[in-house]
């Protein structure tokens, strides 16, 4: 709901602010009296292009700011989360300034966004119908989702929508396999190649860090088994020298010399002894191993390099690592294998989307025939509403137009398109196209009349929506827009006191003189004072007491 509307050194408008409430509130005034700034200033803070030919004479700036109160679940609560501009108090607010440049800045919750952010916050706030800017009915886009809403058909939709991706992702399937075959094709022959030359390596995981090691050994043989005599010896003690082995031998004779004496004392100490002359004996056994094993790789030095260059090579040629070698290969066996099985893959694949296909089609056409029935319901309704809106001639009919199967959808095999025809025999047209003036404005009553319970809950403006009508049918429109106004909040523009007296709430816009200066100000209107108001609009310049009667009947009927 539209909380307050400030306006500043916009035309005539040097500094106001109006306080709006829920239910039907109507601006009213003479003509020229500054009703149609109103809706200007309004249409700059909902993102309406931006004019300098709004700013007022002599000021440097112009703004507008629109306050609205919004319900928990809102469609702009997900505008702002994503984002992230934080909500004031469940309020938003839309500010918009303009300089003498004719340039504009655009504010949410005092935070700079750009206008397309902010026409994209009032589409979900507040829809304006009439000669104001014209959105919401008069997007043909926005008329599918309308009828399928009518006729309660949500839950067909989604299905429909599931099929059409279903089938979607069926036609990928088959597309992605057949760019697989065909690029493997291409590369037939260099895949054969690649894989007779894996399998004639027949490389191995970690072979590499094994021939590596292998590798490092030999290249420092001599120096390895260098080290290995030298220990050898200081263990032995070479030919002259009495080795560690013998020494440990000699020291454990010593003490068993004297073990029947000092037997328990000692016996820790042979324990010891016994330990150093196994792992001494186990030490010499390793360096005899570790030697011959040294001469006998050595003789495959050649063979171990060869190796080892050969699947840095390979692994080189196909821009992987030496161990990722056994895994290209196998892709690249699957590559072959997808050339030999890939016809009959492809067949599958193509039985499997026109599957889909059939369903998608098959779910769309019964959404076909549900929304050719609501279209039917939905024109017999609104026609209905024309009559009393002195549109008796006129008649509305909803299109629907079969798409081409390009332009197939997950919202089904066509669109919906509102139309009207203001003349028996004329061929039915657009609405924004055919009818004009107070004519539109009331097909789109009717509409919305029809449709109150389907569309979003968002403030709606009508701009002159009686223009060039009177008694009953202003009498019927008033009714409407009282009708309509249940639950929601209405801003009409209008010069009827019948469609004034069905107001909730009543402003009145007028021109006064402030020196030599001419500004346009608006009055909320206290009973009595609305009273005198719809008096004077059924009277003119001299209010009568026979118009303030009337005007005291037209509201007590209301």
């Known amino acids: ?5 400030a306006i500043r050194d916009v035309v005539l408008i040097e500094r106001l602010q109006i306080d709006f409430t829920a239910g039907l509130c109507a601006l009213t ?9 109103l809706l200007d200033a309004l249409g700059l803070a909902l993102g309406n292009r931006a004019d300098s030919g709004l700013l007022r004479k002599g000021a440097k700036q112009a703004s507008v700011t629109a306050s609205f109160d919004l319900p928990g679940g809102h469609p702009a609560w997900d505008i702002l989360q994503e984002h992230d501009i934080e909500p004031e108090d469940d309020q938003l607010v839309l500010r918009r300034v303009l300089g ?6 655009a504010y949410v919750n005092d935070q700079p966004v750009s206008v397309t952010l902010l026409r994209r916050l009032s589409d979900a706030l507040v829809e304006v119908q009439g000669q104001f800017e014209q959105r919401g009915l008069l997007d043909s886009g926005t008329h599918r989702a309308l009828l399928d809403a009518y006729g309660g058909l949500g839950e067909q939709v989604r299905a429909v929508g599931e099929r059409y991706r279903a089938w979607k992702d069926a036609i990928d399937a088959r597309r992605e396999a057949e760019e697989q075959l065909e690029q493997a094709r291409q590369d037939e022959s260099f895949l054969r190649h690649a894989v007779e030359e894996l399998d004639t390596l027949d490389p191995k995981t ?3 860090a094994q021939l590596a090691e292998q590798r490092s050994l030999l290249m420092n043989a001599e120096k390895v088994v260098a080290a290995v005599n030298a220990a050898e010896a200081e263990l032995t003690g070479g030919e002259n020298g009495r080795g560690a082995e013998d020494a440990l031998a000699a020291a454990r004779r010593a003490l068993d010399r004297a073990g029947e004496q000092f037997g328990e004392h000692l016996s820790p100490v042979m324990d010891a002894l016994d330990r150093a002359m196994a792992d001494c004996e186990d030490a010499l056994g390793r360096l005899h191993s570790l030697t011959s094993e040294i001469e006998l790789d050595a003789g495959q030095q050649e063979q171990i390099e060869e190796r080892f260059f050969a699947l840095k090579d390979m692994a080189r040629k196909h821009g992987v690592e030496p161990d990722e070698l056994l895994a290209l290969r196998e892709e690249l066996a699957g590559r072959l294998a997808t050339i030999d099985s890939g016809s009959e893959r492809l067949t599958e ?3 499997a989307a026109q599957a889909a296909r059939d369903a998608y089609v098959a779910a769309a056409e019964e959404l076909s025939r549900a929304r050719a029935e609501a279209a039917e319901r939905l024109d017999a309704a609104v026609n209905a509403e024309l009559p009393p809106l002195r549109l008796d001639k006129a008649r509305f009919e909803t299109r629907l137009e079969r798409l081409d199967e390009a332009d197939w959808g997950a919202n ?3 669109r919906a398109v509102f139309e009207v025809a203001t003349n028996p025999g004329s061929s039915p047209g657009p609405l924004a196209k055919i009818a004009s003036g107070g004519e539109l404005s009331r097909f789109l009553l009717a509409l919305k009349v029809v449709l109150a319970q389907v569309g979003p809950r968002r403030a709606l403006v009508f701009d002159e929506v009686d223009s060039g009508i009177g008694g009953a049918t202003a009498h019927a429109v008033g009714e409407r827009l009282a009708k309509l106004a249940d639950g929601r909040q209405i801003l009409v523009v209008t010069h009827s006191p019948q469609v004034a007296a069905r107001a909730n709430h009543h402003w009145r816009v007028a021109k006064t003189e402030q020196g030599e200066a001419v500004v346009t100000d608006v009055s909320a209107l ?3 004072q609305r009273q005198e108001e719809i008096a004077r609009m059924l009277a ?8 303030r009667a009337a005007a005291a009947k037209l509201m007590g009927a209301a």
């Open 29 to 37: 005034g003479e003509t020229g009296a500054g009703k149609s700034i």
């Open 349 to 351: 694949l193509a039985q």
């Open 412 to 414: 089904g095999l066509e």
């Open 526 to 528: 206290s009973h009595e």
């Open 206 to 208: 970690g072979e590499e």
């Open 1 to 5: 709901m539209l909380l307050s509307l």
């Open 100 to 105: 003498q440049d004719g340039r504009g800045r």
């Open 540 to 547: 003119g310049a001299e209010v009568t007491e026979e118009a």
